[in-house]
C-alpha cells in the first residue's frame, strides 16, 4: 500500500514539473489577464493536508480503496494532459486571455467544456481515496476554485466567440459529462 502512494506522491510531482515545462509553449495571453496561478497552490496544499492529517483516523487502511483511488488518480490525471496536450497553444493559467485565441471543441472537450479541470479534480479525488479522506477538504477548495474559474473564462469566451461559443456551451457540459 506504501508503493501505491508514494507512487502517487511521485506522479504528482513528475505531473506538475512536466505541465510547468509546457507551459513555455502556449500562446501569448494579454498582459491584462494574467492570473496568480493555482496549480503550485493546489499541489501544495495537497501534500500539507496529506502529511498533516497523516495519523489521523481518516487516513486510508483498505487496500481495495488505495487501488480505487490509485486508478481514479490515474484516470483524472490522463483526463487532464490529453485535454492540455490536444489544447496546445492555446492553453494557458486559469482564466487568461490568448492574444490569438481558438475555440477547440473537439477531443476530450467534445465531452466537456473544461476536461482538464475535470480531470485534476479525479486526480485529486483519487489521492484522496489513496491516502487520507481528510483531503476531501482540498478537493472541495479546488472545485469551488475550479468552478469559479470556468465560470470567468466562459465569459470570455463567450465574448470572444459570440456565435459559436453559445452553442458549443448548450450541447456539452461544464465538468462532469452528462450531469454538470
Known amino acids: 500500500m506504501h508503493a501505491i502512494k508514494s507512487a502517487i506522491g511521485i506522479c504528482w510531482i513528475v505531473f506538475w514539473v512536466g ?3 509546457a507551459a513555455l509553449g502556449s500562446k501569448q495571453g494579454r498582459a491584462s489577464s494574467r492570473r496568480m496561478p493555482c496549480a503550485g497552490v493546489t ?6 493536508v496529506l502529511r498533516v492529517a497523516g495519523g489521523s483516523s481518516l487516513e486510508v487502511h ?10 481514479v488518480f490515474a484516470c483524472g490525471l490522463a483526463l487532464a494532459i490529453w485535454a492540455r496536450v490536444y489544447l496546445g497553444g492555446n492553453w494557458g493559467m486559469p482564466m ?11 477531443g476530450p472537450y467534445r465531452f466537456v467544456r473544461h476536461p482538464i479541470y475535470s480531470g485534476l479534480l479525479l486526480a485529486l479525488l483519487g489521492t484522496t481515496l489513496a491516502n487520507n479522506l481528510f483531503g476531501l477538504i482540498v478537493l472541495l477548495v479546488a472545485g469551488a476554485y475550479f468552478i469559479y474559474a470556468a465560470t470567468v473564462e466562459e465569459r470570455n469566451l463567450a465574448a470572444t466567440f459570440p456565435t459559436t461559443y453559445p452553442a458549443y456551451r448548450e450541447r456539452t457540459r461544464k465538468l462532469i459529462p452528462f450531469l454538470l
Open 62 to 71: 483498505s487496500l481495495g480503496l488505495v487501488v480505487v483511488g490509485a486508478v
Open 96 to 106: 487568461t486571455q490568448k492574444l490569438e485565441p481558438e475555440l477547440v471543441t473537439t
Open 19 to 21: 505541465w510547468l515545462a
Open 43 to 48: 499541489a501544495l496544499s495537497v501534500i500539507i
